[in-house]
């Protein structure tokens, strides 16, 4: 596009995902990986170890007949090998596909055939659900090699054998000597991963080497993970689930310890492993933080939470009452929002300097804010007719973003027009407001908004709000049809174990109570119709509340 | 590339230095710009204005007819202009290109025609300065339009009318409406800057949108500049050298405050200055650094360097005792090395968390070392013999690079092919060792290498050894031809105010206790074959030792 006789001089190097894994072996080989055994036991690998299995795994896929594009899936918790298999599938040339465990055989089984996934890693203790996704495959579709990760330390059994099944440690020890990354340009795939679909089918959202390393580098600043070769990560976040947010793309790039969790995802577990292991920075949906705290509340004795860990949480709404839950046990708790579609990081909460003079009650409130946007990320709020929003902290709208690590398109479907503006922004569904300081205050999901006598009222508002009251663990807000207001707020309430309840309904003192809580924030047409007590919110595969599943189980007024 | 039926779904959205820009004005509306004008007053902008200035500045460049590519040279000190020139440039389409003030006119000249500067901007208070570069310029060679930017507030002079020389200010506030950032792709250039070249003629490296963004985010890393938007930045590094190291565009990215000294470098003004305006973080080379701890030392009770500040330095080798002065007034000194051929931050040092057992004393030795390379930062050393050096921390070798903000080549010459090996790395002309951690060591530079009957000596190892002496100022040592070995080192030795000398030699006990503390880190045959006291060690216009200047000044042994 130059003119005017000039072009730059630099090197024309592309961006790949390959370097970090060079920095991994060369120049932090005695950082370590832990990973959680189905026996909770801990194994622990160098950098060093790390990296020589997994050039192994490019060499033993090559072997195979991995072709470039190939994509390669992985049926796997937080693993090390799993870490593997983000570097080693790419090293080969191969995209890796991470399967979401939690979702029904038959979408996992819909999901492979829709990428067309050539190769697949299990880990053993998942060949059960293997057994039930297989038949739900395309016609014709297949895994041409399925390679099973011997993580409960199993031998494999003769049926495996049987069954033609490839043993992962034994494929890497008798893997050909490493002839180098396979050749690629920046904007190759190297993963992909399919949104959870809480409406239609799942679609495909494929990463570059490009959209990696620029995602990781973002990340890492100071103003959002503050991320260093000094720190100690526990991911809790599935490395099936938007790849792990994308911290073991930088962990690797930064000889970052990583500590993974592996199947044990219960409340007690993650205590027990962070008294073992302590992270200086844990990261995982808000509701299983939620269950975090209540496992401290009720053994108040049993665990204290690492000394200076920070927390990022994302992928649904953080109550106050959760960030100062953590802060009262020493623990920042920062939330940042994004989704699939963005590599997830797009906005991350963090102090800005010129606010510093707020004191604490102020910062608890902005903190249930989902940040600022990062670098890289456009972030724009478009009202219902059409007009971008002014920055106010008031006029709400959808959220839309664009930058080099936004997905433009899905795979293999008919471009969903619906999903992209006319000049190229990715439609997000999220609905927000930005105060005049740039925080972003999503108000809900568009699908989420309750739309009560022609005025919208936000469930995500009042489920913080909700789970604010101390005796409330819990809740979701949904909306039920209503014959004069159109739709009603209905709110589905987990209490604590301390408190007394009368089967489904709120005992009338806490009724009395809770709402006082709330007329302090809405107005009267605002508060939920009806409250009902219910042992346990659904949650989709992610973690997240299931509404959906909600909606099922009240599909009238209770 | 690829093939299998798969392609990236990620936006194909440019790397821009626009897109800083925006984040700045929409942002960081608040974030704050000082400058020091030249009668040491003190002006402040607000992002804000520096935004609708520097969008001013755009269209005002625009109506004067600047092309897509057309170079824009500034002769300016560092102040808020000149990072009005740094985003308004490129926003419009053209390069800016930074003149060195500090070079001889001739060779102002040589560059500015090189490089076929067309308009340029210039500090009123330089204009002595650019007159006696004019007729340095190539026949048929001139500035289209030079804009004066009245830095010393005083009004224009009637002979810069007559010569129709515009106002800077004046332009900005008559431009036409903003209508929207030149249309551009990544790879178009932005900025460029040429080498100071102290062997043959300077070479301009040409800077891209894409190398500045991706040097931008590299570079606020935890594990770099650690750069948030709650720092204050003072950037005594020129603007006009290797853009300040990057940092102007990092800050705008991030909200960053930044302090501007102006002209205004000796020791006391920038102490001055630190008192004003405290910064966080304040970044020079070490030979200024140098005389700021000479200024405490001088007078103890005038000046307490900022709490808390942290501070980057590189162009040249620290000396342990200049890290340790530091440290015993509360600032951490770390270095980086880099040049303007890698935008320019290739290493940096930081403390890997693997060694966080050392003490304090093993830190400082560490500390003298030039870092880790940096993410995207590939680096080797290489032997003689052409063969890849291991990282062993003896083996020596060229530093050799490459990566995306590492020039590949130079503006408007023929092919240095000397510059580059035939794989595609950056020879940089230093000399290290690696050791196994990948830390570097610069030895020397080639030039500056001593080799004493077929053996090297490191005249920087000999240097920041001999300004460990508690009575020594600064040190600089050079090679002189011997009959005997070849050559030989001579120390060149800056005494403390307080230190007695005979002239220009030691006294006798200070040259027993010299030769003894050198003693404890050399052998005999390493130690300088002469040492002689000089007034002041000749710097380069960038403020490194100038080491080609006291070769001319002792061609002989003295």
Same mark, same amino acid.
């Given at each position: 596009?130059?003119?005017?006789?000039i072009?730059?001089?630099?090197m024309?190097?592309p961006l790949?995902?390959?370097?970090f894994l060079?920095?991994?072996?060369?120049?932090?080989?005695?950082?370590?990986?832990?990973?959680?055994?189905?026996?909770?036991?801990?194994?622990?690998h160098s950098f060093?170890?790390?990296?020589?299995?997994?050039?192994q795994?490019?060499?033993?896929?090559?072997a195979?007949?991995?072709r470039k594009?190939?994509?390669?899936?992985?049926?796997?918790?937080?693993?090390?090998?799993?870490l593997e298999?983000?570097?080693?599938i790419?090293?080969a040339?191969?995209v890796?596909?991470?399967?979401?465990?939690?979702?029904?055989?038959?979408?996992?089984?819909?999901?492979?055939?829709n990428?067309d996934d050539?190769?697949?890693?299990?880990?053993?203790?998942?060949?059960p659900?293997?057994?039930?996704?297989?038949?739900f495959?395309?016609k014709?579709?297949?895994?041409?090699k399925?390679?099973?990760?011997?993580?409960s330390?199993a031998?494999?059994?003769?049926?495996n054998?049987?069954?033609?099944?490839?043993d992962y440690?034994?494929?890497?020890?008798?893997?050909?000597?490493f002839?180098?990354?396979a050749?690629h340009?920046e904007?190759?795939?190297?993963?992909m991963?399919?949104?959870?679909?809480?409406t239609?089918?799942?679609?495909?959202?494929?990463?570059?080497?490009r959209?990696t390393?620029?995602h990781? =580098?973002?990340?890492?600043?100071?103003? $959002?993970?503050?991320?260093?070769?000094?720190d100690?990560? +526990? /991911? %809790?976040?599935? &490395?099936?689930?938007?790849n792990?947010?994308?911290l073991?793309?930088?962990?690797i790039?930064?000889?970052?310890?990583?500590?993974?969790?592996?199947?044990?995802?219960?409340a007690?577990d993650?205590?027990?492993l962070?008294?073992?292991?302590?992270?200086?920075?844990?990261?995982?949906?808000p509701?299983?933080w939620?269950t975090?705290?209540?496992?401290l509340?009720?053994?108040?004795n049993?665990?204290?939470?690492?000394?200076?860990?920070r927390s990022?949480v994302?992928g649904?709404?953080?109550?106050?009452?959760?960030i100062?839950?953590?802060a009262?046990r020493?623990?920042e708790l920062?939330?940042?929002?994004?989704?699939?579609?963005?590599?997830p990081?797009a906005?991350?909460f963090?102090?800005?300097h010129e =606010?510093?003079g707020l004191?604490?009650? $102020?910062w608890?409130k902005?903190?249930?804010l989902?940040? +600022? /946007? %990062?670098?890289? &990320?456009?972030?724009r709020i478009?009202g219902?007719?059409?007009?971008v929003?002014?920055?106010?902290?008031v006029?709400?709208?959808?959220?839309?973003v664009?930058?080099p690590?936004?997905?433009g398109?899905?795979?293999?479907v008919?471009r969903?027009e619906?999903?992209?503006?006319?000049?190229?922004?990715?439609?997000?569904?999220?609905?927000?407001?930005i105060?005049?300081?740039?925080y972003?205050r999503?108000?809900?999901?568009?699908?989420d908004?309750?739309?009560?006598?022609?005025?919208?009222?936000?469930s995500?508002?009042?489920?913080?709000?909700?789970?604010?009251?101390p005796?409330?663990?819990?809740?979701a807000?949904i909306a039920?049809?209503?014959?004069k207001w159109?739709?009603?707020p209905?709110a589905?309430?987990?209490?604590k174990p301390?408190?007394k309840?009368?089967?489904t309904?709120?005992?009338?003192?806490?009724? %009395?109570?809770?709402?006082?809580?709330?007329?302090?924030?809405?107005?009267?047409?605002?508060?939920?119709?009806?409250?009902?007590?219910?042992d346990a919110i659904?949650?989709?595969?992610t973690?997240?509340?299931?509404k959906?599943?909600?909606r099922e189980?009240f599909?009238?007024?209770?």
């Amino acid at each position: 596009m130059s003119v005017s006789n000039i072009v730059s001089t630099m090197m024309a190097a592309p961006l790949s995902l390959n370097h970090f894994l060079e920095r991994a072996g060369k120049l932090f080989p005695n950082s370590e990986i832990v990973s959680r055994l189905p026996n909770k036991s801990l194994r622990q690998h160098s950098f060093k170890q790390y990296y020589e299995r997994t050039l192994q795994l490019s060499s033993a896929l090559k072997a195979l007949g991995l072709r470039k594009g190939d994509r390669v899936a992985t049926l796997c918790w937080n693993h090390h090998a799993h870490l593997e298999a983000y570097f080693g599938i790419p090293a080969a040339g191969g995209v890796m596909h991470t399967l979401n465990l939690r979702l029904a055989p038959e979408e996992i089984g819909w999901i492979a055939s829709n990428a067309d996934d050539r190769f697949l890693i299990v880990d053993d203790v998942l060949l059960p659900l293997l057994e039930k996704v297989l038949p739900f495959l395309n016609k014709g579709h297949q895994f041409e090699k399925i390679i099973v990760f011997r993580f409960s330390d199993a031998s494999p059994t003769t049926a495996n054998v049987a069954a033609g099944y490839l043993d992962y440690d034994h494929l890497l020890a008798s893997a050909p000597a490493f002839d180098g990354y396979a050749p690629h340009d920046e904007n190759d795939p190297v993963a992909m991963c399919y949104t959870s679909g809480t409406t239609g089918r799942p679609k495909g959202v494929v990463y570059s080497h490009r959209s990696t390393v620029l995602h990781s =580098l973002v990340g890492c600043m100071p103003d $959002a993970w503050k991320l260093s070769g000094s720190d100690t990560v +526990l /991911p %809790v976040t599935p &490395m099936f689930h938007a790849n792990s947010w994308g911290l073991p793309y930088a962990c690797i790039m930064l000889g970052t310890k990583l500590v993974f969790p592996g199947p044990h995802l219960h409340a007690h577990d993650l205590l027990d492993l962070m008294a073992l292991q302590p992270p200086t920075m844990a990261v995982g949906v808000p509701t299983i933080w939620l269950t975090l705290i209540q496992a401290l509340e009720a053994e108040p004795n049993r665990w204290t939470l690492p000394i200076g860990m920070r927390s990022l949480v994302g992928g649904s709404a953080t109550p106050e009452s959760l960030i100062r839950a953590f802060a009262k046990r020493g623990v920042e708790l920062s939330q940042g929002w994004g989704m699939t579609e963005t590599s997830p990081l797009a906005t991350v909460f963090y102090k800005k300097h010129e =606010l510093r003079g707020l004191d604490d009650e $102020a910062w608890f409130k902005r903190k249930t804010l989902a940040g +600022l /946007p %990062v670098p890289l &990320m456009e972030l724009r709020i478009v009202g219902e007719s059409g007009e971008v929003a002014p920055w106010d902290g008031v006029a709400v709208g959808e959220v839309q973003v664009r930058g080099p690590f936004v997905t433009g398109d899905y795979h293999n479907v008919t471009r969903d027009e619906e999903k992209f503006t006319a000049d190229g922004w990715l439609r997000t569904g999220d609905v927000a407001a930005i105060d005049s300081y740039g925080y972003l205050r999503i108000a809900d999901r568009t699908k989420d908004l309750i739309k009560s006598g022609g005025e919208w009222i936000s469930s995500v508002d009042l489920e913080n709000a909700i789970m604010g009251h101390p005796e409330v663990a819990e809740a979701a807000v949904i909306a039920l049809l209503h014959d004069k207001w159109g739709e009603r707020p209905l709110a589905c309430v987990v209490l604590k174990p301390s408190s007394k309840t009368l089967s489904t309904t709120l005992t009338p003192e806490m009724l %009395v109570s809770l709402t006082a809580l709330l007329k302090t924030q809405f107005l009267s047409w605002q508060l939920p119709e009806a409250f009902v007590v219910v042992d346990a919110i659904p949650r989709t595969s992610t973690g997240k509340f299931w509404k959906a599943k909600l909606r099922e189980m009240f599909p009238d007024w209770p």
